[in-house]
């Protein structure tokens, strides 16, 4: 019944900021994750960021002090800023929700938004 829409990929040339923007929709009870994975073409799948319910955020390696990810619970969104682009940014973004829907719990994703990062 949960649906993620992913917004705000594109293009940007390196060095630039982007900020992508999931936004759920249907009923639900608990929230307790909520992050954004991405893939690009050739690669695994990877984990960008992570806001546990009650914790501190998670960051990949890769993008910590560039990335920060924030949650709103009044509009129903995870966000995810991204600054200092570099062009192995380059993926399609995918965010997700780990949620519990009578008395079950489970994950759902997005379709995806692509960022492109040229140099």
């Known amino acids: 019944q949960v649906q993620l829409v992913e917004s705000g990929g594109g293009l940007v040339q390196a060095g630039g900021s982007l900020r992508l923007s999931c936004e759920a929709s249907g009923g639900f009870s608990v929230i307790h994750i909520q992050g954004w994975y991405r893939q690009a073409p050739g690669k695994e799948r990877e984990l960008v960021a992570t806001?546990?319910?009650?914790?501190?955020?998670n960051y990949a390696d890769s993008v910590k002090g560039r990335f920060t990810i924030s949650v709103d619970d009044a509009r129903n969104t995870v966000d995810l800023q991204m600054n200092s682009l570099k062009p192995e940014d380059t993926s399609t973004y995918y965010c997700?929700?780990?949620?519990?829907?009578?008395?079950?719990?489970?994950?759902?994703w997005g379709q995806g938004t692509q960022v492109t990062v040229s140099s």
């Open positions: 997700f929700w780990d949620i519990t829907m009578l008395g079950q719990r489970r994950a759902y």
């Open positions: 806001q546990t319910r009650g914790e501190s955020p």
